[in-house]
């Protein structure tokens, strides 16, 4: 009973509320925060719930008893199940070095949440198992497994309420990361998030895509890397929300290659906090001056200059394939370290 409980019920069950999360709901644009874990495994999972309890229903000769029975107990045992999943799900989608770890934790703790509560309802069940144990206490067994369940669940929705508050409401917790080429998966998911947005009404979709494969394909970021690009990846709450890169081009003369934040982010000194983080960096290595490019019809131009950034010349980069690259270089010069903005 305890093996068939945990493999053949609990497990098959969470692992087909997982295929739904992970290759459906896991792959939504909204899916942008961590608590969407929680909320979309919430969702299907009460519509999994739901079907079950019509089976059951209808399989009874009692059955608003049944429906009553299964509304105060089988309906929140199955939401603590999702609610532990989703929580792996929505940390494993912004952890990309740990994702499959934490993916496998989340379907391998529901499950076992899951066949605990399961296995006392089923023995209860067994004449066998009735001659040693009342079934008063195997009732009690199930629910509190359930008590448990629900408690960690309100620990787990409350860690990511919070993830979600410095996310979008109150002050962000912003950290700094140096990347290597063990992140070149992450920055490359931070990309294609993030540049269609930015572009979409500067370049044509074609370009996009072009310059996407041709600045971010793993090959081109590891050559990035082999070619002394330091990579920065800017973390609000412990959830990733955008990168830079910069390398010295020319003595005591730097270059921003890359600065992207993601645009549900922007507006909140997260640029500005990676770019103060960056002069830093260079003006600690002897750097006179840092530059960067533009497209000219770019609005993050006058971002760049509330910072101290000035024009110094226009150009048009041939990038092949036909496409141009339009943009103004900017520099600022870095002749005060320590007061650098």
């Given amino acids: 009973i305890v093996l068939n409980t945990y493999i053949l019920v609990a497990l098959v069950e969470e692992l087909s509320k997982f295929l739904v999360l992970r290759y459906y709901c896991y792959t939504r644009k909204s899916f942008d925060e961590p608590l969407d874990g929680i909320v979309y495994s919430i969702m299907v999972s009460m519509g999994f719930a739901t079907f079950e309890n019509i089976g059951y229903v209808y399989r009874s000769s009692n059955g608003l008893p049944v429906a009553l029975a299964r509304m105060v107990t089988t309906v929140p045992a199955h939401a603590t199940f999702a609610i532990i999943m989703g929580y792996f799900i929505g940390k494993a989608k912004f952890d990309i070095s740990n994702r499959k770890k934490l993916l496998l934790t989340g379907v391998a703790l529901a499950a076992f949440i899951h066949g605990t509560y399961d296995t006392f309802l089923f023995l209860n069940e067994s004449d066998f198992i009735h001659r040693y144990v009342s079934g008063g206490l195997l009732i009690l067994g199930a629910v509190v497994s359930l008590y448990i369940a629900i408690q960690y669940s309100i620990r787990l929705v409350r860690l990511h309420r919070l993830t979600s508050k410095h996310l979008f409401q109150s002050a962000p917790m912003l950290a700094i990361r140096h990347a290597s080429s063990a992140d070149i998966n992450l920055i490359r998911e931070l990309s294609l998030q993030i540049w269609p947005n930015t572009y979409a009404t500067i ?72 770019i103060e983080h960056v002069l830093n960096e260079v003006a600690s290595k002897g750097a006179t001056a840092i530059q960067l490019n533009v497209n000219r019809n770019n609005m993050a131009k006058s971002f760049y200059e509330k910072l101290g950034f000035e024009v110094i010349r226009e150009e048009d980069l041939d990038i092949g394939n036909g496409f141009f690259m339009n943009d103004y270089v900017m520099e600022k010069k870095l002749t005060i370290p320590g007061n650098l903005l």
């Fill in 203 to 274: 370049l044509t979709k074609e370009q996009i895509d072009y310059m996407l494969n041709m600045m971010y394909s793993e090959a081109s970021l590891s050559k990035q890397f082999n070619e002394d690009h330091q990579f920065i990846i800017v973390y609000n709450a412990g959830v990733p929300v955008g990168f830079a890169s910069y390398s010295e081009t020319e003595k005591g003369i730097y270059k921003l290659h890359k600065i992207y934040i993601l645009s549900i982010h922007q507006g909140r000194g997260t640029g500005r906090f990676l």
